[in-house]
């Protein structure tokens, strides 16, 4: 029995859909344990692209079970629509989907409420996903929102969600958006409750008596390190924690069963949404883009990019305590010459190694870079290691030192076996 926590080290599309999918190749159980639809996985399997949201990436592997587990929130209409993609793209989604009954549910009165908090902040907006997730895990804290037990128990949903209704439309009536018709979002969420009840279940016990089985059990995590509402660049995150401890939280597994962290992260940065990106590059995200990188799985939004930040992945390092480190993306930087990595950030007359937690303090910091010689060869043909251009080679080895984390896998591509193993 072995259990893995598979965290991104940056902020979000590290690439994790695709090394979820070729670790789950080992695993039995492939768990979600935060965030919402406001994440979006890519995987590709052969020339057929998918992108899940919801559903663990371990999905798209027969005989695997995959659990959404009660730190997730959950918008049952979206949840369905991702299963029905995926039945029609001939996956099995059956007995091998387990929901938490415990998980919250996002409601459209959310989605409103995301978007006309971001319309109130004009430019200090936070760039959300608009999918609702803030003021759904809001509704969590407060201890008014609903869950998936509840939306499977007809009665009681119906008394409830009429209740939130009423309290939301006023809230929406005093932002002057439109109001939400009880009527139709109990209808729409019923039909999705009874399409979604065979799946609902106790996870904990199920993941429980998985690891009494001896399963290997992969944790698959959402967003990255720098959107952890208490870890990242607060108020520029997203609301769950996205870094190792969610995986504990949110699935009810203990944290000393746990066995290693996995971090991924890219062989640079990119980040949707606003606030800080000290090394934001119009130079690389030019070039990114012109590939036809580096756009949105979820809103399609271009990413903005910039270069490797080892003060960055380091801080990664320590509130996750990963334990290997999975680099993507490395053909992304095929052309550079040369490649920049941050080593160090000034302020004023200081060097910090370290990530200051006022956002302010932190946009006042310079990137100090070391320089790398680019490659230029194509690497997304290589398999090996050894096959690897020395200058790429280097450079992987020095953004995992700056990074203090053993590097174990590169990836060159989207595909499953542009993966090089170390
Ligand atoms: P929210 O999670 O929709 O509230 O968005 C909060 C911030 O997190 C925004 O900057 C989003 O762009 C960002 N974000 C949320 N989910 C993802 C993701 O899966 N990948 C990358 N960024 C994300
Ligand atoms: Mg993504």
Redesign the pocket.
């Known amino acids: 029995m072995s259990n893995t926590i598979l965290v991104g080290a940056q902020?979000?599309?590290e690439g994790k859909g695709k090394i979820i999918d070729v670790l789950t190749e080992n695993a039995d159980v492939v768990v979600r344990t935060q965030?919402g639809n406001?994440?979006?996985h890519t995987v590709f399997i052969g020339p057929q692209k998918y992108v899940l949201h919801l559903i663990p990436s371990g999905i798209l592997r027969r005989s695997k079970s995959c659990v959404i587990g009660s730190g997730v929130v959950i918008d049952p209409v979206s949840l369905v629509a991702e299963i029905d993609g995926l039945l029609k793209l001939k996956v099995q989604v059956a007995e091998n989907l387990f929901i938490s009954e415990t998980a919250h549910l996002v409601f459209p009165y959310h989605r409103e409420l995301?978007e006309q908090r971001e319309l109130l902040k004009g430019e200090h907006k936070?760039?959300?996903?608009?999918?609702g997730?803030?003021p759904a895990y809001g509704d969590k804290a407060a201890r008014t929102g609903l869950r998936m037990i509840d939306l499977i128990n007809p009665a009681r949903f119906e008394a409830q969600l009429k209740l939130k209704i009423r309290e939301n439309n006023e809230v929406l009536k005093a932002f002057g958006a439109k109001q939400i018709s009880f009527k139709q979002v109990h209808a729409a969420y019923r039909v999705a409750g009874d399409r979604l009840k065979p799946f609902v279940t106790n996870t904990v016990v199920f993941l429980d008596k998985a690891m009494r089985r001896g399963a290997d059990i992969l944790f698959e995590g959402?967003?990255g390190t720098f959107?952890d509402i208490d870890h990242g660049t607060y108020p520029?995150?997203?609301?769950s924690n996205t870094t190792a401890g969610g995986a504990c939280t949110g699935s009810g597994v203990p944290p000393n069963r746990m066995d290693r962290v996995v971090g991924v992260m890219k062989a640079y940065t990119t980040r949707?949404?606003?606030?800080p990106l000290l090394t934001e590059s119009a130079e690389i995200a030019d070039l990114l883009h012109a590939m036809g990188r580096e756009f949105g799985a979820?809103t399609g939004r271009a990413r903005r990019c910039g270069w490797f930040d080892s003060v960055a992945t380091r801080h990664a390092t320590m509130v996750n305590g990963i334990d290997e480190l999975a680099v993507t993306n490395l053909d992304g930087l095929d052309t550079l010459e040369p490649i920049k990595v941050c080593i160090g950030y000034r302020l004023g007359q200081a060097r910090l190694d370290y990530v200051p937690n006022d956002v302010e303090t932190l946009l006042k910091c310079q990137p100090i870079y070391a320089e790398f010689p680019g490659w230029r060869t194509p690497t997304d043909r290589v398999r090996e290691w050894k096959k690897l251009p020395p200058k790429a080679r280097a450079y992987l080895k020095a953004i995992a030192e700056l990074t203090d984390a053993k590097l174990t896998i590169a990836s060159v591509g989207p595909a499953r076996d542009q993966t090089i193993f170390l």
């Open positions: 902020w979000g599309d965030g406001n994440a979006g995301d936070i760039g959300t996903t608009k999918r997730i803030g959402a967003q959107l520029f995150v997203t609301s949707v949404g606003e606030g979820t």
